[in-house]
């Protein structure tokens, strides 16, 4: 086939979660709405938030921290805890992928699916929590847990040898071009997931 493998040839799939599965957990526009809906300084709001965010996102500090950094350096007219909720509910399933794995998955008794994602830990707690996402995944490599972020080529090196297998045998699906040009050149074969019907279509060509 012009991709070079058939399913046959894999024994595990890397999903990344937030742009494929769900919603970015704390993007850019989760935060302008949260300026927003606090009445905050957004510029000032994310200058703070990129100085700390891929620290937080590599484990290394707990979203307290990072909000003591963010926000809560000076009063607040709203408590940690409200706006921790505020930050969590911006998280959404996008539509009709992740059921449609879930099906596909349980007809390929070969596959196994593991996350490799960039996410702060309490976040990425409640995603999986919150959206079921175990019944997907068999395992999680995020860069929370491992205090590494894609596209350090580490990441998908620990990657590989957590799920027992060889970059060969792996299929790695992203929405970020620069993430998958990473797999890529780590050995795994890449997806650049651009939208459901696209991916759903090429998985089943496979």
Same mark, same amino acid.
């Given at each position: 086939?012009?991709?070079?493998?058939?399913?046959?040839?894999? @024994?595990?799939?890397?999903?990344?979660?937030?742009?494929?599965?769900? $919603? /970015?957990?704390?993007?850019?526009? &989760?935060?302008?709405?949260?300026?927003?809906?606090?009445?905050?300084?957004?510029?000032?709001?994310?200058?703070?938030?990129?100085?700390?965010? /891929?620290?937080?996102?590599?484990?290394?500090? $707990?979203? +307290?921290?990072?909000?003591?950094?963010?926000?809560?350096?000076?009063?607040?007219?709203?408590?940690?805890?409200?706006?921790?909720?505020?930050?969590?509910?911006?998280? @959404? =399933?996008?539509?009709?992928?992740?059921?449609?794995?879930?099906?596909?998955?349980?007809?390929?008794?070969?596959?196994?699916?593991? &996350?490799? /994602?960039?996410?702060?830990?309490?976040? %990425?707690?409640?995603?999986?929590?919150?959206?079921?996402?175990?019944?997907?995944?068999?395992?999680?490599?995020?860069?929370? +847990?491992?205090?590494?972020?894609?596209?350090?080529?580490?990441?998908?090196?620990?990657?590989?040898?957590?799920?027992?297998?060889?970059? %060969?045998?792996?299929?790695?699906?992203?929405?970020?071009?620069?993430?998958?040009?990473?797999? @890529? @050149?780590?050995?795994? /074969?890449?997806? %650049?997931?651009?939208?459901?019907?696209? $991916?759903?279509?090429?998985? =089943?060509?496979?």
């Amino acid at each position: 086939m012009e991709q070079g493998f058939t399913l046959s040839d894999i @024994k595990v799939i890397f999903l990344d979660i937030g742009g494929v599965l769900l $919603t /970015n957990g704390w993007g850019r526009a &989760s935060r302008q709405a949260a300026a927003a809906a606090f009445d905050l300084d957004f510029e000032e709001m994310d200058k703070r938030h990129d100085l700390i965010f /891929n620290v937080y996102e590599e484990g290394r500090v $707990t979203l +307290d921290a990072y909000l003591d950094t963010v926000l809560f350096y000076e009063p607040r007219a709203f408590s940690k805890e409200v706006f921790r909720d505020f930050m969590f509910q911006q998280s @959404k =399933q996008l539509p009709q992928l992740l059921d449609w794995l879930i099906g596909w998955k349980a007809q390929q008794a070969q596959l196994r699916f593991f &996350s490799l /994602n960039n996410e702060p830990r309490e976040l %990425h707690q409640y995603r999986v929590q919150h959206f079921q996402l175990r019944r997907l995944y068999d395992g999680f490599v995020c860069s929370c +847990d491992v205090g590494l972020r894609k596209p350090d080529p580490q990441i998908f090196a620990l990657a590989v040898g957590v799920a027992g297998v060889q970059p %060969h045998e792996c299929l790695y699906i992203d929405d970020r071009e620069v993430l998958i040009a990473a797999g @890529k @050149k780590a050995g795994l /074969n890449v997806w %650049h997931h651009q939208d459901h019907s696209a $991916t759903i279509a090429f998985l =089943q060509s496979l």
